[in-house]
């Protein structure tokens, strides 16, 4: 047999097998490659791919037995006839026929290789590459906003997409895109991908990015590698929505962040009342794909914001009602009211509805009204989120809306932070349960906790603007000002032209006492009104002893019945204590929202060994320890 071989191999080159295996290798790796592009557009499974990678493999042999019997002539295709036949074509039609097959390998290389180069162009280029899937978009307004209005925060002094490690237990649920046809119908896709985001968040191990930072990539030309970059997951869920009637579509696909490959995809055609059948389907074999087991945290409660009752039109009544998150007006609040309103209608026993219910009218009230308007607005508040606790005790959400309240609304520090500390407990995944406990013990005094507190939320919503300036104003209270600068510098870099964040650059450039540095800053404030106090607050710092009188002397008149405690911080820069305590004390009297910021605000600390700084704790409520640092 041996002295067979060398005739063998002989043969097998004159009948042209060996060029036909490789060429049959390339052709099929690029059809393979073209393949995992295209087939993710039209929806189609996973398995499909697989297929197609199996059916070159069985019939590989098939080339090679073919191309052994068979040969393609002037004449057509032909048996090939051994090389001692008197049939057998002359030697030079062979090397004809085997120039034609090179010719073909070449081009088929040249394809594959310009392939490989425009894939690596587009993973570097992101413009460049077309994108067949869902991308996201613009944020929420966060319940803090509502509970503090007029204030400054701050959030992580890591920015985003830092280069630190990524989890391969993490994803970001990105909008599923609306295919309805109808651009009103925006907001069941949204809604969808809401859920989806809740519903993952209650796995263990399984780090999930909250809708704020998502949606910013709704339409974005980012790749995949990019946007897991930023939002700091190794997986990416997109897909798509069509609701028509009584029949609604949903593809969901699961892929790698880092090249864009598919690790699972499905296509669902079901009747609209099996939709939260659909979602639950979609959840588990996202966690299956991922190995993510159900939260087993002690006092951890699986939180669910659907009608106990199933019905389907009180969950697209809330899910427009969230919209009313999306635009921070009176009217969006009150369109928010209603639809919020009418999935109550339609379910009384709606636990999340009241919760949501709760912190609009809490909104509405911090933010545009007043008086006996604002009262009432708080009692419609206070009813709802009683009622949504008496529904159902272990929603997070509820627990929440009455954090909200209290804090906003009574200015009760230590019930604020028990009701937030509860909603941790029951759903310990929920990054905003995390930044507003923070935003509960910072007024106790307690800064250490919070910066650590924000820092983990911010793990799962890693481009949420107003939680670095928090982040930003928690660092200042403990003197870490490089790393203050560093987050409000982040949240400037995300959203240029917000409200405030200037002001909180004036506050660090005064505590480092560079007078230029804070007059620079306050000048770039676009806001008027936080313009003003941030000017007030850099020219008491200058040399310009008339121009910090008058800004101070203008202050007053323009905003001495709304502005109390920015007042007393003037004063309190000025080292005028008797001035700073009478205008702390109006700043009680009309409930100012400022004094949230008493324990941890270096300018008011500078009196924290005045008895009347003891005194004046112990009137609203508060503590007079604290581990913040009073300004030198």
Not at 375 to 394: F, G, V
Request: hydrophobic share 50%.
């Amino acid at each position: 047999m041996a002295a067979n071989r060398p005739a063998f191999l002989e043969e097998l080159t004159r009948r042209h097998v060996w060029r036909v295996a490789i060429a049959y290798a390339v052709v099929a790796w690029l059809l393979l490659q073209v393949a995992s592009v295209v087939l993710p557009t039209f929806g189609t499974p996973a398995w499909m791919l697989k297929a197609l990678i199996v059916l070159f493999v069985l019939c590989f042999p098939v080339a090679l037995i073919l191309a052994w019997a068979f040969e393609l002539t002037p004449e057509g295709v032909r048996r090939t006839e051994s090389s001692d036949s008197p049939e057998a074509r002359p030697a030079h039609a062979h090397r004809s026929a085997g120039q034609k097959i090179n010719a073909v390998i070449i081009v088929v290389l040249v394809m594959a290789v310009a392939l490989m180069g425009w894939r690596l162009y587009a993973d570097h280029h992101p413009l460049a590459a077309p994108q067949f899937a869902a991308r996201t978009a613009p944020a929420p307004a966060s319940m803090a906003g509502a509970a503090m209005p007029g204030s400054r925060a701050a959030v992580n002094s890591a920015a985003p997409g830092s280069g630190a490690s990524v989890s391969e237990k993490s994803v970001a649920v990105l909008p599923f895109a609306n295919e309805s046809g109808n651009k009103d119908e925006r907001f069941f896709s949204d809604g969808l991908s809401d859920d989806l985001t809740n519903a993952l968040s209650q796995f263990e191990g399984l780090k999930v990015i909250s809708r704020n930072s998502a949606f910013q990539f709704r339409d974005s030309n980012d790749s995949s590698a990019v946007i897991g970059q930023k939002l700091g997951v190794a997986h990416l869920l997109e897909g798509s929505v069509q609701h028509a009637g009584d029949e609604v579509r949903i593809t969901a696909t699961l892929v790698s962040a880092a090249d864009g490959s598919i690790i699972w995809s499905q296509r669902y055609d079901k009747p609209y009342k099996d939709l939260f059948a659909l979602q639950d389907a979609i959840t588990n074999a996202v966690a299956g794909a991922l190995k993510a087991k159900l939260l087993t945290a002690p006092g951890a409660v699986v939180q669910s914001d659907r009608p106990p009752s199933g019905n389907l039109d009180a969950y697209a009544a809330y899910l427009r009602g969230l919209g009313g998150y999306k635009v921070l007006t009176p009217q969006a609040f009150r369109d928010a009211i209603a639809a919020f309103g009418e999935a109550i209608r339609l379910d009384p026993h709606y636990a999340a509805a009241y919760a949501q219910l709760s912190r609009m009218w809490t909104g509405l009230a911090a933010q545009f009204l007043s008086g006996s308007k604002a009262k009432q607005a708080y009692a419609e508040a206070a009813h709802a989120a009683s009622t949504a606790l008496a529904l159902d005790p272990d929603l997070a959400l509820a627990h929440l809306a009455r954090a909200n309240l209290l804090l906003t609304s009574d200015m009760n520090w230590k019930g604020a932070e028990a009701e937030a500390q509860r909603a941790v407990r029951l759903s310990p995944n929920d990054a905003y349960a995390r930044f507003f406990l923070a935003g509960t013990l910072a007024p106790l005094g307690q800064t250490r906790r919070a910066v650590e507190l924000v820092r983990q939320a911010l793990q799962a919503d890693p481009r949420h603007v107003n939680w670095y300036l928090w982040m930003s104003t928690y660092l200042s209270a403990q003197d870490r000002l490089d790393e203050a600068a560093e987050a409000v510098g982040t949240a400037i870099a995300l959203q240029p032209g917000a409200t405030g964040f200037h002001e909180q650059l004036t506050l660090i450039g005064i505590l480092r006492g560079d007078a230029r540095a804070a007059l620079a800053a306050a000048q770039q404030e676009p806001d008027a009104t936080y313009r003003e106090i941030a000017l007030t607050l850099a020219y008491q710092i200058g040399s310009d002893h008339a121009a910090a009188d008058a800004a101070l002397k203008k202050l007053i008149a323009d905003h001495g019945d709304n502005a109390a405690y920015q007042i007393a911080q003037v004063y309190a820069l000025r080292r005028d204590p008797d001035n700073t305590f009478k205008w702390l004390d109006r700043a009680w009297t009309s409930r100012d929202a400022g004094i949230n910021y008493l324990l941890f605000d270096p300018l008011i600390l500078r009196y924290r060994d005045d008895p009347r700084f003891a005194a004046f704790c112990k009137k609203v409520g508060l503590p007079t320890s604290t581990d913040a640092v009073a300004m030198r």
